[in-house]
């Protein structure tokens, strides 16, 4: 059995430690909080034999192979370092980290460390993304033409809508792009094989000042605190983008944690020269297949029905419905099979997002934090 350790046991952290007890061959072996109390609460609650309050005294655990790296957004760079300082193999939630000086920093220490490393990029595991992907690969799309989105949420509609997350010094200077936009991007630019060279945004913060309640925890909707506190806002709420390939194809995408009904929607189009493409992740099941001289399709993630080369990302019958549980499932199962490798596999034939593309997504936010700055088209620095 792979041992794994998870350092971050809030929202995201029990998401890991599901996901990778569903594969089988990897045991959750340790965890840790901010303090031990805490942290061994969650061990009890979660089953995991031993509980530490620290990175250090967690990396110094016997036997570990493998950290999962789900802390807040400030703490990412920082903690990322330690495990590949450590020579464990790497998986981290996103963002990388929160600048493209630590990006290009830790590219370098994966590759210095020689391990497995890996970014919680999730939905380019979904099925029917791996299915659009396919389908472009074997030239079913033809030439690209464009590509259009967009990533929505209402979990930040409420003025008195607050966490961790909009406050810049933790969450980073950017928050809807960095946060669901940074997903939009990894994502298409997987299904296209394409990379964003430009960017030109125009981004919005509705709430300047949010009214923050003690204790507000992420996509949770208590009732508010007698103590509210006023907070200035630096990050923002919404925005949208225009983008330029690197084959000459263009799209836009936008991105809002403020749009009302919408839980969780990340959707694309893609225009190619034989037929579209179009997903979305609330209705993941679906490919909706789009052409000019014949009827539309909508293909389901039956893996009798799919592509060869990506049916097994479908783990069920048709008919039996997946959704973001078991993408989660495929992004750990192809990460695992690496580190029971003992090595990456080529930049070009893996299946998980790595830090190379974790880095590349942080180039692009901070140019289209540039670009919503300056007003102009800005180029992103690879």
């Excluded at 703490?75 to 939630?93: C, D, P, Y």
């Excluded at 791996?130 to 799309?141: E, I, K």
């Excluded at 003992?342 to 901070?366: C, H, L, Q, T």
Aim: glycine fraction near 8%.
């Amino acid at each position: 059995m792979i041992q794994v350790g998870i350092i971050g046991t809030g929202f995201i952290g029990p998401a890991h430690i599901e996901a990778i007890r569903r594969l089988g061959f990897v045991e959750v072996v340790a965890l840790c909080d901010a303090n031990l109390a805490d942290a061994q609460q969650k061990a009890r609650l979660l089953g995991v034999p031993h509980a530490y309050a620290s990175a250090e005294e967690l990396l110094a655990h016997p036997g570990l192979q493998v950290v999962h790296n789900c802390t807040p957004n400030h703490l990412h760079a920082e903690i990322n370092r330690q495990i590949l300082r450590a020579g464990k193999h790497v998986f981290s939630e996103k963002p990388l980290c929160m600048t493209v000086e630590e990006a290009r920093e830790l590219v370098a220490l994966a590759e210095q460390a020689n391990v497995v490393h890996g970014v919680s990029f999730v939905y380019r595991q979904f099925a029917m993304v791996q299915q659009a992907a396919s389908l472009r690969q074997s030239g079913r799309l033809g030439r690209l033409f464009s590509v259009y989105g967009s990533y929505l949420q209402d979990w930040m509609l409420l003025e008195t809508d607050y966490n961790w997350r909009v406050d810049a010094a933790s969450g980073g200077p950017s928050r809807a792009v960095a946060d669901i936009g940074s997903h939009w991007c990894d994502t298409l630019q997987f299904v296209t094989g394409r990379r964003i060279t430009q960017v030109m945004a125009d981004l919005s913060t509705v709430w300047p000042t949010r009214k923050a309640s003690r204790g507000a925890a992420t996509f949770t909707h208590t009732q508010q605190a007698a103590e509210v506190e006023d907070k200035t806002v630096t990050t923002e709420d919404a925005g949208s983008v225009l983008v330029r390939f690197d084959d000459g194809s263009k799209g836009c995408f936008s991105v809002s944690q403020v749009s009302a009904g919408r839980k969780n929607r990340l959707s694309f189009e893609i225009n190619g020269s034989e037929c579209s493409l179009g997903w979305d992740q609330e209705v993941p099941q679906q490919l909706w297949i789009g052409h000019r001289q014949q009827p539309n399709q909508i293909l389901t993630d039956d893996p009798g029905l799919m592509s060869p080369d990506v049916a097994a990302s479908a783990h069920f019958p048709g008919g039996h419905i997946e959704g973001w549980p078991d993408a989660f499932k495929n992004m750990m199962l192809n990460f695992y099979r690496a580190v029971k490798d003992g090595k990456m596999p080529a930049r070009d034939e893996a299946r998980f997002a790595s830090f190379y593309d974790g880095a590349n997504v942080m180039f692009i936010i901070d140019a289209i934090l540039q670009s919503h700055q300056q007003q102009k088209w800005v180029t992103v620095a690879y």
